[in-house]
């Protein structure tokens, strides 16, 4: 049986994904089980560390956490412009076009990201015509 994370812990690992890559390596040093948890901001809104970094555009943050072993979502296939995977899950079920943490769309979450997922972009407009 396993020990359960520190709910404070999560919840301050997920708020600083949001900005903070620094505060993001101390507090995964601190406690590495904090990589794919996930805090409840209310009314079923659940959101990861990678998930927080997919919204807010922060490329260096989710690549960090994804290179330390953090599952890969369409939020933040979407925010680094990996096309194929996001592909390949709106092709599999179109309904996943209008979800998102935060109620913020799928499209957000690309167009965040920059010039580096504007085919990712393009992409969804496609849906939305």
């Known amino acids: 049986m396993s020990e359960s994370l520190n709910a404070e812990l999560v919840k301050d690992f997920v708020y600083h994904a949001h900005a903070d890559l620094e505060k993001i390596k101390e507090l995964l040093e ?12 209310g009314n079923g809104d659940w959101e990861t560390a990678l998930g927080a970094a997919a919204h807010m555009g922060k490329r260096d943050i989710a690549l960090f956490l994804l290179e330390k072993g953090a599952r890969i979502d369409i ?8 096309l194929e995977i996001v592909k390949a899950i709106i092709e599999d079920d179109p309904e996943k076009i209008h979800i998102g943490p935060h109620t913020i769309p799928l499209i957000a979450h690309a167009k965040a990201g920059g010039e580096e997922s504007l085919q990712v972009v393009r992409f969804l407009e496609t849906f939305q015509r």
Do not use: E, I, Q, R
Request: hydrophobic share 55%; aromatic share 16%; charged share 15%.
């Open 30 to 41: 601190k406690d590495p089980g904090l990589l794919n948890a996930s805090w409840n901001w």
């Open 75 to 82: 939020f933040a296939a979407a925010m680094l412009g990996k």
